[in-house]
């Protein structure tokens, strides 16, 4: 039971453009979501998190978006660049215990 | 201020054997987390523990253990390895049981 989805398995996008990194969740109870960042051979580094009180968190070039009534939410990277190309994971909890759900990952790719 | 490091980076064990990884939290951190993350999966929540007690398990089997000692690193065992067990087991230590978790490079086990 995948309770939170990233459709897309990779993305590839031009320096300076627009990043979008969608993510789809199930679970109802949830009420914090968070992004996190992956380069190869290095443990995720967080990136952006949001509260479910909340539609919109933004620092610098990264925005969260949050759509409850849709389980959906949206990470924007303005502008992209090049050492953006990472796996980019979104995930979830609820409160009481950090047992954060992750998302299968999106590879974005920033080409110069 | 040292982040989280885990060891050994790399390992390869033989079905049914037994294995012990190790995690030493980032400093004042109480809080540590494990996740198995198999191939094109994101990270899967195993267990957490916080101040020496287990607070908390995924869907993880018995044979799935750990420990969390006085200084607040962690171990991680796997009895009665299987090749499905195959992985990269992250671990991430936060300053308590629900804030942002920080996440060390990963230990790489093969079973073959």
């Known amino acids: 039971d995948q309770q939170v989805k990233q459709n897309s398995p990779s993305l590839s996008v031009q320096e300076g453009r627009i990043s979008i990194l969608n993510c789809d969740y199930t679970?109802?109870?949830?009420?914090?979501f968070l992004w996190y960042k992956k380069y190869p051979a290095e443990g995720p580094t967080f990136l952006i998190s949001i509260s479910s009180i909340k539609d919109k968190n933004e620092d610098g070039r990264f925005t969260v978006f949050l759509n409850k009534s849709a389980k959906h939410l949206s990470l924007h990277i303005v502008p992209s660049q090049p050492g953006d190309s990472a796996v980019y994971f979104c995930a979830a909890y609820s409160g009481g215990y950090q047992k954060v759900t992750f998302g299968t990952g999106t590879k974005l790719q920033v080409i110069p | 201020e040292t982040g989280v490091t885990q060891s050994p980076t790399h390992l390869i064990k033989t079905r049914g054997q037994q294995v012990t990884l190790r995690c030493s939290s980032q400093s004042g951190h109480n809080t540590v987390s494990w996740y198995q993350q198999a191939l094109g999966q994101g990270p899967q929540f195993i267990f957490q523990y916080y101040r020496e007690e287990e607070n908390g398990r995924g869907n993880f089997p018995p044979r799935f253990s750990g420990l969390q000692f006085p200084n607040y690193s962690s171990e991680l065992n796997v009895n009665a390895l299987e090749l499905d067990d195959s992985a990269l087991y992250l671990c991430?230590?936060?300053?308590?049981?629900?804030?942002?978790?920080?996440f060390g490079q990963g230990t790489r086990l093969t079973v073959v």
């Open positions: 679970n109802s109870m949830f009420d914090y």
């Open positions: 991430a230590s936060s300053v308590d049981r629900n804030t942002e978790a920080f």
